[in-house]
């Protein structure tokens, strides 16, 4: 027997490591004329390191600077639950340094923002420095400036607050995908539309990775629904948007969209559950593969 085109086009994806869940979904990625990429874990490949460990003086003269491995060891105990990136890059470098961990208490995180812990009994944040900073303690804060220094070179700045007051600056730096930047282009050759880049991190550090993947349509500093909202008006322009993101932040906007992929390797369980494609191998290249090989299969079946 021949197997319908759409279930031998969904092994044929599965050759190209790509995992798609159904075969309506098969059909719903030959149809897609816009994309909405996420940057970190998805252009990135996802295993940012850290780069700079500042410990900051208490700015009204309160206290010294703690040491660099102090600084380091209370914000790698409060990123350990998180499967972030950028989390992982955090505890990546306390291992290396030998430090051991003390247990995060009453851990929370917030995609978009970063996470709490009380450690050792001392309430710690680490986060994006416009949520954690702006509103307290405004951009002129040395933290702040700080951040800002280090996102004008690509990376991203996240502050650790001890007891809610700044103790210092982390900057963490990720590698673009090999292939982001002929997937970017196949992908707007295919849509006849150029993508946009959705991310939650800085303007800064977002404008300098698309420009070396060929984007010019940024959006940085969004928060999970706002991506959402980017998703919405690409739609109400009338285009049915694929979205490729891999984080828990990337979730609701893998859900809006006409149809979702999730970057498997370094994705949240959330996003795997919500996107409608898995990238398995984590070849952005196979996304342009399975858009074509959809629209292959769909001229049979029409
Ligand atoms: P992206 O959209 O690029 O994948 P996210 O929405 O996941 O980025 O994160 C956006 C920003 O929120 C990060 O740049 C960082 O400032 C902050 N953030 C989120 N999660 C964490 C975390 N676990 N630790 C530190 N900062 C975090
Ligand atoms: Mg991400």
Redesign the pocket.
Known sequence: ATMPPLLSAMANAGRHGVLVKSAIVMERLGQIDAVAL?????LTEGTPRLTDLRPLAASDGEGPALDENTLLRYAAAA?HP?E????RA?VAAARARGLDLPPAEDFG???????TATVEGRAVA??????LLHGLHGPAHPAAVLAAELEEEGR???VVTLDGRPAGVLAIADRLRPDAALTTRALGELTGRAPVL?????PR??ARLAAEAGITDVRAG???QD?VAAVRELQQAGARVLVV??????APALAAAHTGIAMGRAGSDLALETADAVVVRDELAAIPAVVALSRRARAFVV
Do not use: C, Q, Y
């Not at 972030?84 to 989390?87: C, N, S």
């Open positions: 996420d940057k970190t874990g998805t990123e998180s972030h990136p950028l989390a955090v995180s917030t995609p978009g923002t970063g996470v680490v986060g994006s420095p416009a949520r991203t700045a996240v959705v991310t939650g991190d800085n550090a977002a969004l928060l999970p991506k993101g891999d984080g828990v932040n990337d």
